[in-house]
Structure formats: structure tokens, C-alpha cells
């Protein structure tokens, strides 16, 4: 019932439209009962041709007070009422499904929102550690997977358990004692629905997991379909997926056994009862203790109770399953790693004079493992509108560094300060408006030019658009598309070639117009043509802004103002290209390897 708990969260905001349609529930109930009761005087007075009641059947007399039910037309009187009881049910039923089902709608989106806002906060370090398939899986097919139960088969559920409410209490109104002897399987019946719930909600784990897996193979390959084909893995890739079908097929099919084999047992344990229960219902009518009509209506109410009780039974076995979906994302919205924006955060101001890193330090952790130094006591002041090139070898920290100035995480040690204001003491959104990226890997959303541009920047002028396009070098390329700036460019920019991706990048981010700049390997999967129309467009990009400028190709950063050698996350060197070639160390070495090997 922890599952539950959780859930409340959302349900308490439809506490009163839930209380409404359980009293709508309990009508339904209590109309399904009162039909069932007329089958009494169907028996007693129009079958038997008398209206005589002594014994158990004086317990219907208000049904013959409520609908007057006397003289020859009895039967139509009858007949007239369950149409009207019957009427009355479904008009209750119609309004109560409704509710639940708004209200299980409602708390699905209300999940949904908050998983997909609660994800897309999470820091870098999540990300890393949370592959894209598997949080998409939350998201979708554990979600899906209590949609059905939160917006449907809770409506059903309370509907079955009401219903098995009424029929319960009419038995135990129509003779105690044949109710009670009917009833005592009841606990046997709960305690095979408990144990096979147990065993369900285990196997609906694990194949949610394998959705999951299988969720993010899917996007891996789809993705990399091109590495895919290139290495030939395709025949490797489809055994793969087969093997993740199998085990997806494998726990299905247990969790499959087990819905299977309730409706069943059910049956065998009905039946089993049903033999002893016709020996002393004919003991009691011989006593003159119960009639032929209140009879009648016992045993259609006792098959009628054995429907909800297995709809009961087999929904339980569903709600395991679903409850498994409902721990995992759980899992993920408790998993907190924003980072953390302080309660007096104040708006940062327009950077007027520096960035300062004050011997800042930042180790990863690992689970269970001794933290992993990346940078260590980095002290840096970088003036407003310099150009700062951070170079160094693979994993020497360059791409750490600057993420940690939009704080995609804080620094483990040390603090940076924008104007003397330490970023972890300004909110997160003013100090991100302050910055534009241009990353190696340009991400692009499968939408028009002109969305793509404007992102992240609000509504922008037409002209304004064009001309950050044109200082990007990208207008001409644009226009030529079918739609010009209106033009789908397929996902992640699939339909351009890596030097338009690129210049689209940097025309958003001359949109932004942020003072702060990081470039982060910006060129370095360019062939020397793209390289140097991207070059003429970061030019035009960098003008009277701070720019961070993380290069693998040194001869990109020839023109920097300065700059900075980082080695094993500490810096080594500092200084101009010409500067630091002729101290002769760590960046000549980087720079006689790379003009070496592209000679």
C-alpha cells in the first residue's frame, strides 16, 4: 500500500469529484441490489400465483409497498420497476465512470508533467549516470502502464467492491446462517489473491526493466544507425534486441501464467462451495425458514457475487503490475541531483567587469568508490570582453571547466564569482540568460530553421532573425531550402551537413546575445572549408563578449588573447601561442604532436 501513498500526492486535489462518484458507486450498488430483490415477488406472487408472505419472505414486504405490487398486473408493476431501477443504475454509472475517469486522466498528465519537469532539471552528473532510453521508459511505458489502472480499473475496482458490498449484505438480510456457511471460503480466497499479487508485482518489475533496456537499445541504434551499418552490426544488432525480446517474453509469460490461472481457481473453489450450500439451503426451506422466492433471490445473488469476485481478484493481480511501474518513478522523482538554487538567490546583474575562479577544485563521485579528481585548485580572472582559450589533452578537464560556469554542477571546491558574486549565491535562470554555448555536438530539435534559431530567446523579429543568421553565415544556405527559415531539419538536424548545424548553432546563440560565451570544441569535427566559414561566423559571435574558447585544434586558438594549458585538471601554463611555444613545454609538445600527425 506504500504505492499508494505516493499517489495520494496527486489524488488529494480529487478527493471531493472521487467522494462524489464513490456515492454514485454505492447507488449503482444499492439499485443492483434492489433488482436482484425483485426477483422475489417474480417468484413468490406471479410464478406462484400468490401474494401470501410469511417467514423470510416478510423481508421483501416494503417492495410490494414501494411499487404496489397487488392485483393481476403484478408482473407488469415488476417489470416496470427493473426498467426504472435499471435506468436510474446506468445514469449513476455513466456520471461515476466519468469522474474517475477525469480524475485518473488528470493525475496521469499531473505525473507525467512532473517527472518530465523533475528530469529536466537534473544536473549533468544525472544524466551521466541515467541513460536516455531508460529515463524515456519511465516517462512513457511506466506511466502507460498505471494510466490504464488510475483512469479505468479504479472505477471498475470500486464499482466491483461496492457491488460486492450490496450482495453481501442482501445475503446476510435474506438468512444469516446460509450466509455465513457460504461465506467462510472467503478468507481462503483472499489469501490466493494475496500470494499470487506477490509473485506478479515481481515479474512486472522486471519486465518493465526490460522495456526499459529494450527502450534504450532502441534509441541507441536508431540514433547511431549509421555506426551501426558502417561496422555491418546490423545481423548483431538484431540478435541483440532478440535476446532483450526473449527476456521481456520470458517474465510476460510468468506474469501471464498467474493471471491465468486465478479465474480458475476462483471457479474451483465456487463450485467446491456450491454442493454443501444446496444440502443446507434445502434444509432451511424445509424448516419453513426461508421461501422459494427469497431462495431464488439468494442463489442469483450468490452467482452474481462470484463476478465481482473475480474481476476483484484478477484487478489485484493488475494493480501489482502497475504498482511495480509505480516504484519506478518513483525511483527517479525521489533521485535529486539539481543543483541546488538557494532560497534568498538574488538576480544577477549584467556582467560588468570580471569572472573570477577562486581556487575552485571538482572530483566526481562514484558510488562506492573513492571520488575521481577532474580539476584541481584552478585560480583564473578572466576580464569582461577577453578571449580565453582553454587547451589541453583528452580528460585534462577543459569541458569540466566550463561547464562549471552555467553550473551545470558546483564546483567541489573553491567558488566562482561573476563581479564578486559567488554563482551559487544568484538564481539559476539569470546567470544561464548570461550565456551562450556552441558545442562540438550541436544539438538540433526536429523543427523549422526559425524555431531552432529562436529557441530559448522568445519571440524574435524577422529581421532581427535574418540578420543573426547572416553574421552566422547561414542566410544563404537558409534561403535556399524549400521553406527558407520555415524548413523542418529533421532530427538533431539530420538534413544538413555539420557546417550548417554548426552556424545555425552560433546564429542562435548571437540571438541570445549574451555577454558570456563558451565555445566548446566548436570546429573540431569540421572538415577545413566548414572549419573556416565557422570561423568567420565565431568571429563575428565573439565580438565585445567573454569568450571561453575549449579547442582541440590549437590552430584555432592562435589568436586568442591568452591562453590557458590545463594537465591532469591543474594549469601548467599560461600565455599567448607565441608565448608559450617558445617556453618549450607542455603546449609545444601538444602543438609538434598535432602538426606532426596533419602533416
Known amino acids: 500500500m506504500n504505492e499508494l501513498r505516493k499517489l495520494m500526492v496527486y489524488l488529494k486535489p480529487y478527493l471531493p469529484l472521487l467522494a462524489v462518484s464513490l456515492v454514485l458507486l454505492a447507488l449503482v450498488s444499492a439499485l443492483e441490489g434492489l433488482i436482484m430483490m425483485l426477483i422475489e415477488p417474480i417468484f413468490n406472487s406471479v410464478l406462484a400465483q400468490h401474494t401470501a408472505l410469511s417467514g423470510a419472505a416478510a423481508k421483501f414486504q416494503f417492495l410490494y409497498d414501494w411499487f404496489d405490487l397487488r392485483g393481476p398486473d403484478i408482473y407488469l408493476k415488476v417489470a416496470l420497476g427493473i426498467l426504472i431501477l435499471t435506468f436510474l443504475k446506468c445514469v449513476c454509472l455513466y456520471f461515476a465512470d466519468y469522474a474517475t475517469i477525469y480524475t485518473g486522466q488528470k493525475i496521469i498528465q499531473h505525473v507525467r508533467n512532473d517527472l518530465f519537469d523533475h528530469i529536466v532539471r537534473q544536473s549533468t552528473l544525472f544524466f551521466a549516470r541515467h541513460s536516455t532510453g531508460k529515463l524515456t521508459s519511465r516517462i512513457v511505458n511506466d506511466v502507460d502502464k498505471i494510466q490504464e489502472t488510475v483512469s479505468r480499473s479504479l472505477a471498475d475496482f470500486a464499482r466491483q467492491v461496492l457491488t460486492m458490498v450490496a450482495f453481501v449484505v442482501l445475503l446476510f438480510y435474506i438468512d444469516p446462517y446460509l450466509a455465513g456457511a457460504t461465506l467462510v471460503v472467503g478468507p ?13 508485482k515481481g515479474y512486472g518489475w522486471h519486465s518493465q526493466e ?31 534486441f532478440r535476446r532483450m525480446t526473449d527476456g521481456l517474453l520470458r517474465f510476460n509469460l510468468k506474469a501471464g501464467r498467474i493471471v491465468s490461472i486465478n479465474p480458475p481457481l476462483m ?27 427469497a431462495f431464488a433471490v439468494f442463489l442469483t445473488s450468490l452467482v452474481r457475487l462470484y463476478d465481482p469476485v473475480r474481476r476483484i481478484s484478477r484487478m489485484h493481480l493488475g494493480f501489482q503490475q502497475t504498482f511495480a511501474s509505480v516504484d519506478r518513478i518513483f525511483e527517479v522523482l525521489e533521485e535529486d541531483e539539481r543543483v541546488a538554487e538557494r532560497s534568498d538567490a538574488a538576480e544577477l546583474p549584467p556582467m560588468r567587469r570580471d569572472i573570477v575562479f577562486d581556487h575552485v577544485s571538482f572530483h566526481y563521485e562514484r558510488p562506492g568508490d573513492e571520488p575521481v579528481p577532474v580539476l584541481e585548485a584552478i585560480d583564473l580572472r578572466v576580464p569582461r570582453g577577453e578571449v580565453l582559450a582553454i587547451v589541453g589533452s583528452s580528460g585534462a578537464g577543459k569541458s569540466t571547466l566550463a561547464n562549471l560556469i552555467p553550473r551545470f554542477f558546483d564546483p567541489t571546491g573553491g567558488a566562482i564569482r561573476i563581479d564578486g558574486v559567488d554563482l551559487r549565491d544568484v538564481r539559476l535562470d539569470s546567470l544561464r540568460r548570461q550565456i551562450a554555448i556552441v558545442t562540438q555536438e550541436t544539438f538540433l530539435f526536429n523543427d523549422t530553421v526559425r524555431n531552432n534559431l529562436s529557441y530559448g530567446s522568445g519571440d524574435v523579429s524577422a529581421d532581427r ?8 553565415l547561414a542566410h544563404d544556405f537558409i534561403v535556399k531550402m524549400p521553406q527558407g527559415y520555415d524548413t523542418i531539419i529533421g532530427e538533431r538536424g539530420a538534413r544538413l551537413s555539420g557546417g550548417e548545424r554548426q552556424r545555425l548553432a552560433i546564429a542562435r546563440a548571437l540571438l541570445r546575445d549574451a555577454p558570456l560565451l563558451v565555445l566548446d570544441e566548436a570546429t573540431s569535427s569540421l572538415d577545413s572549408e566548414s572549419e573556416s566559414l565557422v570561423q568567420q561566423a565565431l568571429a563575428n559571435l565573439m565580438q565585445n563578449r567573454t569568450t571561453f574558447v575549449i579547442a582541440h585544434r590549437l590552430s584555432t586558438v592562435r589568436n586568442a588573447g591568452r591562453i590557458i594549458v590545463l594537465d591532469r585538471g591543474r594549469i601548467v601554463e599560461t600565455g599567448t601561442h607565441d608565448e608559450l611555444l617558445a617556453l618549450g613545454a607542455v603546449y609545444k609538445k601538444l602543438h609538434d604532436i598535432q602538426f606532426r600527425n596533419e602533416a
Open 465 to 472: 532573425l535574418e540578420a543573426a543568421a547572416r553574421a552566422a
Open 267 to 293: 471457479e474451483l473453489i465456487g463450485v467446491l462451495i456450491f454442493v454443501p450450500f444446496l444440502v443446507y439451503a434445502h434444509f432451511r426451506i424445509q424448516a419453513g425458514a426461508l421461501t422459494v422466492g
Open 210 to 240: 526490460h522495456m526499459a533496456e529494450m527502450t534504450n537499445m532502441l534509441q541507441e541504434t536508431m540514433s547511431g544507425h549509421r555506426v551501426v551499418q558502417g561496422f555491418g552490426m546490423e545481423a548483431g544488432e538484431s540478435l541483440r
Open 188 to 200: 481462503v480466497v483472499a489469501g490466493i489473491t494475496s500470494f499470487l499479487g506477490r509473485r506478479i
